[in-house]
């Protein structure tokens, strides 16, 4: 089963708009949450994370929101650029063994 | 720095045969992982190392042997392979030491088919 549950599988966005992508996790050990970031035929790159000690993180346009009560995160992609289009990860990490969602395949449109 | 490689790039097998993929990474770091990502699966833990000559299982193990005899080589082996072993294969590393927060920097991945 899977430990981290992502949505949604695909995302259009026109450019300038906000994307948005959810993850859900159950295992309350989990103590980091990192995103990635994935262009085709590349490996993943850390682009943001957060630790559940905090609710928001901001790095220019990318924001993290988590909520420890609801077990959720959240990636936001403010004013969206065609450069942006990739396959997102979330994950959660626990004792070093990171657990990735299923990817989120984000457009955006020009 | 090169960073994480892997060799090959791709490779075509046929059912039953073997086959070693490498990782390697000049960083310097402790931890190694390899991942196997499918369509709809995300990044899936096969093995891990957290230091030379050790190795412990992940999510996804069976089928897969993996051996860690330099600090900066991890090598994933498949005995026999599968058709359901068809898959791109990553090799990541971080700096270990029990912290959590590590970075985990991805080599550019193999892309196996099993026929």
């Known amino acids: 089963q899977q430990q981290v549950k992502q949505s949604p599988q695909s995302l259009i966005v026109q450019k300038g708009g906000i994307s948005i992508i959810n993850c859900a996790y159950e295992?309350?050990?989990?103590?980091?949450f990192p995103w990635y970031q994935q262009f085709p035929g590349k490996g993943p790159a850390l682009l943001i994370a957060i630790r559940p000690d905090v609710s928001e993180k901001k790095e220019g346009r990318f924001t993290i929101s988590f909520n420890k009560s609801a077990k959720q995160f959240s990636l936001h992609i403010m004013d969206s650029q065609p450069g942006d289009s990739a396959t997102y990860f979330c994950?959660?990490?626990?004792?070093?063994?990171?657990?990735f969602g299923s990817g989120t395949k984000l457009n955006v449109k020009p | 720095n090169a960073g994480v490689t892997q060799t090959p790039k791709f490779r075509v097998l046929k059912t039953g045969q073997s086959m070693t993929l490498l990782c390697a990474q000049d960083m310097n770091h402790e931890y190694m992982y390899w991942y196997r990502q499918d369509p709809g699966m995300g990044l899936r833990l096969i093995h891990y190392?957290?230091?030379?000559?050790?190795?412990a299982k992940g999510e996804v193990p069976d089928g897969y042997n993996v051996s860690r005899l330099k600090k900066q080589n991890f090598l994933l082996g498949l005995e026999s392979a599968a058709p359901s072993q068809t898959s791109v294969y990553f090799c990541?590393?971080?700096?270990?030491?029990?912290?959590?927060?590590?970075?985990?920097?991805f080599g550019p991945g193999t892309r196996l088919t099993v026929l």
């Open positions: 190392s957290v230091g030379e000559g050790t190795t």
């Open positions: 994950a959660a990490v626990n004792f070093n063994k990171f657990y």
């Open positions: 990541a590393s971080s700096r270990g030491a029990g912290r959590n927060t590590d970075t985990q920097y």
């Open positions: 295992n309350t050990a989990f103590d980091y």
